[in-house]
């Protein structure tokens, strides 16, 4: 788990990302969903996710990754040496806001949830969930409703049944 020392400068920068590019998203009607970095053998990579009722098409995310560059490279988020990658985030996709699990209502998912103040233990939850307020409400497979607040979740993901 990384400290608080190690996440403070990544966090930074992603809050940065997401003020510059949210309303320029938001403007042309797409939803800025999240960005992540990975980095190796030299090379970073800067991901943004984006979103939009319907899809998103490869041709948008050409469109939308020309319209971000310049503004990413002139206020020093990326370089030369930086990839950048738009694209959608998909069924896997974290599920980490309000908005996030609004969109996954009457869809099955798995929750990892934080258990009191130590940071390292938490629990999964699997099931149906039917609401995202100010907790998420949930049906698990063993028929048991809980309620979980928001902001005790870690990450939810879509949970793909055959």
């Known amino acids: 788990m990384e400290s608080a ?10 809050e940065q990302i997401v003020t510059l590019c ?8 797409f939803e800025f969903v999240d ?17 939009r009722s319907g899809g998103v ?16 490279s002139v206020e020093g988020i ?5 990839a ?9 996709r974290p599920l980490r806001r309000q908005s996030d699990f609004r969109r996954a209502e009457g869809y ?4 990892r949830r934080r258990i009191g103040e130590d940071p390292d233990r938490e629990a999964s939850f699997v099931g149906k969930l ?9 049906i698990l497979d063993t028929g048991e409703q809980v309620e979980i607040p928001l902001d005790e979740v870690i990450e939810g993901r879509f949970d793909v049944r055959m």
């Open 78 to 82: 990326v370089d030369d040496h930086t």
């Open 35 to 51: 960005a992540e970095w990975s980095s190796g053998a030299g090379h970073k990579t800067l991901r943004l996710f984006i979103h």
């Open 130 to 138: 039917l609401s995202a307020e100010s907790s998420l409400t949930m």
């Open 108 to 111: 099955y998912v798995t929750v």
């Open 84 to 92: 950048v990658e738009v694209g959608s985030p998909g069924l896997n």
């Open 22 to 29: 949210r309303p320029l998203l938001e403007a042309d009607g």
């Open 57 to 72: 098409t490869i041709g948008e995310c050409q469109r939308i990754h020309r319209m971000l560059m310049p503004m990413l």
């Open 5 to 14: 020392s190690e996440s403070s400068p990544r966090e930074a920068i992603r």
